[in-house]
Structures are given as structure tokens and as C-alpha cells.
Nanobody, 125 residues
Framework: VQVVDSGGGLVQPGGSLTLTCEVT????????VGWFRQAPGKEREPVSC?????????FSAASVKDRFTLSKDDAKNTVYLQMNNLGPEDTGVYFC??????????????????WGQGTQVTVSS
């Protein structure tokens, strides 16, 4: 599986961005997918994930719930992260991951999954 993430940039507080994750090498419907982020000086953390089993096999971090939405287009084998009402605390490098194995307690792909190179999101006025 290969993953290419993109769509980051500089946005003002309160603005929106949509990140894109293109997946090749396997069909999206067989994969768990997730968006993670790493803020400066902090560890990487999961943001939003979907194990693809059913509507309940999803995860959304408390800090982004109701602001960020993960969606998938199976026909395009592409995953999106719609981010609204962005704040400075959302600044960081965002990574997409995809793989057939996921953490059963929070539905995110495991570390050995395929990862994108990361895309920088900076929220600043």
C-alpha cells in the first residue's frame, strides 16, 4: 500500500482546510484509514480514523470532534479530512495512514501501516 497526503497550508484562525490522502496498492474498502498529527515538540497523535467495518468503527479525538470530518471515496480510493473552525492548536504536520490492521480499541491503523509523507498545517493570523 502506498499513501500520498496533501492539502496542507497556512490558514487564519476560524478558517477551513481539506486534506487529501490518495491510496494505491489495495482497495480502500479493505483498509483501515486514519489521520494523525504531530504538533511541534509533541508526539504524534490520532485525529480521526475509520476501520471500515461499520458506522461505529470510527474514532475522532475529543479536541476535533464536531470540527473535523473524515470521509472516503471508494471509487477514487481517496480519503479526506475536512477541517473547520481551525485554531492555532491545530497547527502541526498531518499524516495519513492506511492498512489492513487496526487498533481494536480506537479503530486507527497500527504503526506498521503505510504512511504518507505528511502535510504541514499552520493556523495563524
Amino acid at each position: 500500500v502506498q499513501v500520498v497526503d496533501s492539502g496542507g497550508g497556512l490558514v487564519q484562525p476560524g478558517g477551513s482546510l481539506t486534506l487529501t490522502c490518495e491510496v494505491t496498492g489495495d482497495k480502500l474498502r479493505y483498509l483501515a484509514v486514519g489521520w494523525f498529527r504531530q504538533a511541534p515538540g509533541k508526539e504524534r497523535e490520532p485525529v480521526s480514523c475509520d476501520a471500515g467495518r461499520d458506522d461505529s468503527s470510527t474514532f475522532s479525538a475529543a479536541s476535533v470532534k464536531d470540527r473535523f470530518t473524515l470521509s472516503k471515496d471508494d471509487a477514487k480510493n481517496t480519503v479526506y479530512l475536512q477541517m473547520n473552525n481551525l485554531g492555532p492548536e491545530d497547527t502541526g504536520v498531518y499524516f495519513c495512514a492506511a492498512g489492513r490492521t487496526y487498533h481494536t480499541d480506537y479503530y486507527c491503523p497500527v504503526d506498521s501501516s503505510s504512511w504518507g509523507q505528511g502535510t504541514q498545517v499552520t493556523v495563524s493570523s
